[in-house]
């Protein structure tokens, strides 16, 4: 090596510090014996800080930019030890790099579940979870406060901490909003800028802020969840006895299309039988050589029987013949005050109304007074 490559290495020292980690908050940069020559060049990029530390005393902060490491633009420097030496004499300092950018995606949420009071539910206990930023805002404290001389510090270092407070805030500021648990979906901005403000002056304290928090989800014990659900039905529902008219009349649906196939079939039967009677009337008989007698006249067609549905507390059942329903009244099973239906009829009606049906309560007395 030649002395001008020598003198070169000695005066030229380039300080500067790339990180590619995503997630490293301080970094110290390494040199043997902590050797830092008069004359180096410091490179702070954007989003860095670098902190200088001479003999445990914090020295100076710089910014983004390029430095000459020199007593000429650096004053604050021009106490230090060996500065006038030159390359014969460097003098021993670290320098920290901080990372001044957004960390973002952290999460936070409650461990436990919190107890709030609802005007609505009374007591409950509520979950709740989101996101959070954390920046460095003042370097040199956060250096003193919380990194000490640790060469390389990260994010998970101090999260669980920053994560703790959170919670904290966030329990004491639910607690004492008074905000229904039904309208907290609604606040949860404003509940997110609640705690922030809170926790900032603990923060600050670290020489950090936080930037953004949100509030994602807060949740109820699923015992509370399932009475909502349970009341949001019954609002679905609406009026309960018109619920119960309308699932009376989809049952009536389905049972009266096979009595209305049994009425059909018997009518079917009955015009047969007619029909028969006609043909051998007089139109349909062949002509006699002598004066027929006169013919019989062909008794008129049975009347036809009606059969009943019964409907009792919102269901129905049947259906049902006549002589089955004067059984039913016999027994006591069919009522003057029970609603029935049969195919032709105008909706359901009391048996009582009912004309065919009123003869079978006619055996009985009817109800004493007041009964």
Same mark, same amino acid.
């Given at each position: 090596?030649?002395?001008?490559?020598?003198?070169?290495?000695?005066?030229?020292?380039?300080?500067?510090?790339?990180?590619?980690?995503?997630?490293?908050?301080?970094?110290?940069?390494?040199?043997?014996?902590?050797?830092?020559?008069?004359?180096?060049?410091?490179?702070?990029?954007?989003?860095?800080?670098?902190?200088?530390?001479?003999?445990?005393?914090?020295?100076?902060?710089?910014?983004?930019?390029?430095?000459?490491?020199?007593?000429?633009?650096?004053?604050?420097?021009?106490?230090?030890?060996?500065?006038?030496?030159?390359?014969?004499?460097?003098?021993?300092?670290?320098?920290?790099?901080?990372?001044?950018?957004?960390?973002?995606?952290?999460?936070?949420?409650?461990?436990?579940?919190?107890?709030?009071?609802?005007?609505?539910?009374?007591?409950?206990?509520?979950?709740?979870?989101?996101?959070?930023?954390?920046?460095?805002?003042?370097?040199?404290?956060?250096?003193?406060?919380?990194?000490?001389?640790?060469?390389?510090?990260?994010?998970?270092?101090?999260?669980?901490?920053?994560?703790?407070?959170?919670?904290?805030?966030?329990?004491?500021?639910?607690?004492?909003?008074?905000?229904?648990?039904?309208?907290?979906?609604?606040?949860?901005?404003?509940?997110?800028?609640?705690?922030?403000?809170?926790?900032?002056?603990?923060?600050?304290?670290?020489?950090?802020?936080?930037?953004?928090?949100?509030?994602?989800?807060?949740?109820?014990?699923?015992?509370?969840?399932?009475?909502?659900?349970?009341?949001?039905?019954?609002?679905?529902?609406?009026?309960?006895?018109?619920?119960? %008219?309308?699932?009376? &009349?989809?049952?009536? *649906?389905?049972?009266?299309? @096979? $009595? =209305?196939?049994?009425? /059909?079939? !018997?009518?079917?039967?009955?015009?047969?039988?007619?029909? %028969?009677?006609?043909? &051998?009337?007089?139109? *349909?008989?062949?002509?006699? @050589? $002598? =004066?027929?007698?006169? /013919?019989? !006249?062909?008794?008129?067609?049975?009347?036809?029987?009606?059969?009943?549905?019964? &409907?009792?507390?919102?269901?129905?059942?049947?259906?049902?013949?006549?002589?089955?329903?004067?059984? !039913?009244?016999?027994?006591?099973?069919?009522?003057?005050?029970?609603?029935?239906?049969?195919?032709?009829?105008?909706?359901?009606?009391?048996?009582?109304?009912?004309?065919?049906?009123?003869?079978?309560?006619?055996?009985?007395?009817?109800?004493?007074?007041?009964?």
């Amino acid at each position: 090596m030649g002395i001008f490559d020598f003198l070169t290495g000695e005066f030229i020292d380039v300080i500067h510090w790339v990180d590619d980690t995503r997630d490293t908050m301080v970094s110290r940069f390494e040199r043997e014996g902590h050797e830092i020559k008069y004359g180096a060049k410091l490179t702070v990029r954007e989003g860095q800080a670098a902190v200088f530390v001479h003999e445990g005393q914090l020295a100076d902060v710089f910014t983004p930019g390029l430095y000459m490491l020199e007593t000429n633009n650096m004053p604050i420097m021009t106490t230090l030890q060996h500065w006038d030496h030159g390359f014969q004499s460097p003098f021993k300092s670290e320098i920290y790099f901080v990372n001044t950018t957004r960390f973002n995606d952290l999460k936070w949420g409650t461990k436990n579940p919190i107890i709030a009071r609802d005007p609505e539910f009374g007591p409950v206990r509520l979950r709740a979870f989101g996101t959070y930023s954390v920046k460095v805002s003042d370097p040199a404290r956060f250096l003193v406060e919380i990194v000490g001389t640790d060469g390389e510090f990260t994010m998970d270092e101090i999260s669980y901490q920053i994560r703790n407070i959170i919670v904290q805030e966030f329990s004491r500021t639910l607690a004492k909003s008074g905000i229904p648990v039904l309208d907290m979906a609604a606040n949860t901005r404003e509940l997110s800028q609640l705690v922030a403000k809170d926790i900032s002056a603990q923060l600050a304290e670290y020489g950090l802020m936080l930037p953004e928090l949100y509030i994602e989800n807060i949740s109820l014990p699923p015992a509370v969840e399932e009475v909502m659900d349970k009341r949001s039905s019954m609002g679905v529902i609406g009026n309960l006895n018109e619920y119960m %008219q309308f699932q009376a &009349a989809e049952a009536l *649906g389905r049972d009266g299309g @096979a $009595a =209305a196939a049994m009425q /059909a079939g !018997m009518g079917a039967g009955l015009g047969m039988q007619m029909g %028969q009677a006609m043909s &051998a009337g007089p139109w *349909g008989a062949k002509p006699a @050589a $002598a =004066a027929p007698a006169p /013919a019989a !006249m062909a008794p008129p067609p049975p009347p036809v029987e009606h059969v009943w549905h019964v &409907a009792e507390n919102g269901a129905t059942s049947g259906p049902f013949s006549k002589a089955k329903m004067g059984r !039913m009244v016999s027994e006591g099973t069919l009522t003057r005050d029970t609603f029935v239906w049969t195919a032709g009829q105008d909706g359901w009606m009391k048996a009582e109304d009912v004309r065919e049906l009123a003869q079978l309560f006619t055996i009985l007395p009817p109800p004493p007074p007041g009964a």
